[in-house]
């Protein structure tokens, strides 16, 4: 699976958008971009994932470059409870369970 | 709530003793994963079961084991515990044999050793 880059912290005001960025230079054709988060101490959470259009959900939206070396996860309002660690992983679409690889991510602070 | 149930969330127990952590996945998810959040070393996959067999292994140590059960619980053996082996302990599961693996966590159980 492709070594993921995302900046160790941010800071977002209450209310705006919170933009998180996530390198991966190095992604293959066949690997998916997922993003969890973890709310201090808690299970890590299932945001979204995407192979190269653009994804939204209720959580999140996730926008792939198209050279697809790079993503932004973007949570359009954010929250005071939406600061947490974010992480990025990028992995191969195979079939079967493998185990995710969690880097370091980035902590996002949302300040009122 | 993720569907994911972990017992006990706190455990407080000495060094060379030993504990069994419970995992009872989604109902329907075949797969079930342990990982360990320390403090310096972030999360950490230790091993997956898949309808009761072991798949894969990771950072594990021998001190440690895992079984999952017909009914797809599993349960997680840390023994001869040392001061290090504190730490917050999250199962997680999933679907069988998607392309797409998500992974859904528990609360976590947090294991202190004194």
Sequence with gaps: DAKTTQPPSMDCAEGRAANLPCNHSTISGNEYVYWYRQIHSQGPQYIIHGLKNNETNEMASLIITEDRKSSTLILPHATLRDTAVYYCIVRVRRSGNTPLVFGKGTRLSVIA | ?114
Excluded: M
């Design chain 2, 1 to 114: 709530d993720s569907g994911v149930t972990q017992t006990p969330k706190h455990l407080i127990t000495a060094t060379g003793q030993r504990v069994t952590l419970r995992c009872s996945p989604r109902s329907g998810d075949l797969s079930v994963y342990w990982y360990q959040q320390s403090l310096d070393q972030g999360l950490q996959f230790l091993i997956h079961y898949y309808n009761g067999e072991e798949r894969a292994k990771g950072n594990i140590l021998e001190r440690f084991s895992a079984q999952q059960f017909p009914d797809l619980h599993s349960e997680l053996n840390l023994s001869s515990l040392e001061l290090g082996d504190s730490a917050l302990y999250f199962c997680a599961s999933s679907v069988a044999g998607e392309v797409i693996n998500i992974q859904y966590f528990g609360a976590g159980t947090r294991l202190s050793v004194l």
